[in-house]
């Protein structure tokens, strides 16, 4: 355990050993994309899609052992238990921190398939990433806005048949997709030029997550509604916060909800009925989360008042990453 550095030295080790990780994963990772893009056989192509992912998971795994050795984090996490590695899920979560992706991926390793994110369809052309997400088969997508589609009302309902057609991939192995529904992370600034109902979220937002569903919602056997809450520290965090080790404890709840029935092929911006009914329901869901939070919150704090931060063994099982 390197703890006992001092926290400026502490982040600068975990970011060094974190980036040669990366770089290191990084040259087998590209090294199979460009076989992936010599040869024009699907079948060929796709098996080395899947090694391309097993790169991606044991990029993962060495994090976790970085993580392992250069934090002290307590975990309190629940709803694991009947989550399989071969069942398809998309994952809704708050958006509290950068380091949101890192707790992630350490949380849901080994029990679902690798977490993936739909990308806007521009992003295929960021240097190096773009590639990867390409070769990683992350989903792009591109959404037409309603004032495009009064411009172009041809168009009305191609993004969904697009959207659709570039799913039929996940049809050959299970696939984890995540939305993070706020759009951006948390912090009271933008709360408040929001003007945000909620006390520890910023307004939803319904359109991505309805055309993903309407896309594949046939693909997918459950919805994970996930919280992430950082008990111990006040938004924004930032990922300097946990390379240094200052946040200490994680807190994670994973809730289960079954597929919308009747979604697949919906039409969220011209069908008025179904995105009032989905916005409902998402701003019914985000209700639940903002309780949960304050209480998530107020059950740390008072713990911390009496001596005992965290969470007591009877009362949650800490879970090793």
Known sequence: MLTFLPAPILGVTSLLFLGANTIFWSVFLYFFVLLKLIFPIKKIRLFFSHITVLCAKFWVECNSVIFRITQKMEWDISGLEKLDKKKSYLLVSNHRSWADIFVLQQVFKRHIPFLKFFLKQELIWVPFLGLAWWAL?????????????????????????????????????????????????????????????????????????????????????????????????????????????????????????????????????????????????????????????????????????????????????????
């Not at 009064?150 to 191609?158: T, V």
């Not at 997550?209 to 919805?223: C, F, P």
């Not at 029935?261 to 989905?278: C, L, M, V, W």
């Not at 919150?297 to 008072?302: C, F, G, N, V």
């Open 137 to 321: 088969d992350f989903p792009f997508m591109k959404r037409y806005s309603r004032e495009f589609l009064e411009k172009h009302p041809e168009l009305r309902g191609k993004d969904i048949l697009t959207t659709r057609k570039k799913c039929e991939k996940f049809k050959n192995s299970p696939v984890s997709i995540i939305n993070f529904l706020e759009g951006t992370r948390f912090n009271f600034e933008k709360k408040k030029k929001q003007n945000s109902p909620f006390t520890h979220l910023l307004k939803p937002k319904a359109g991505g997550m309805a055309l993903v569903l309407s896309s594949m919602g046939d693909y997918l056997t459950n919805i994970l509604d996930i919280t992430i809450v950082y008990p111990g520290n006040q938004p924004p965090h930032k990922i300097w916060d946990l390379l240094k080790g200052k946040i200490p404890n994680i807190t994670v709840r994973i809730d289960m909800l079954p597929i919308p029935q009747n979604i697949t092929a919906k039409d969220y911006s011209e069908d008025s009925t179904f995105r009032k009914n989905f916005q409902q329901w998402i701003n019914d869901m985000w209700k639940k989360k903002d309780t949960q939070i304050d209480s998530i919150i107020k059950k740390y704090q008072s713990q911390a008042v009496i001596g005992t931060p965290g969470i007591s063994k009877d009362e949650s099982r800490p879970v090793n990453t």
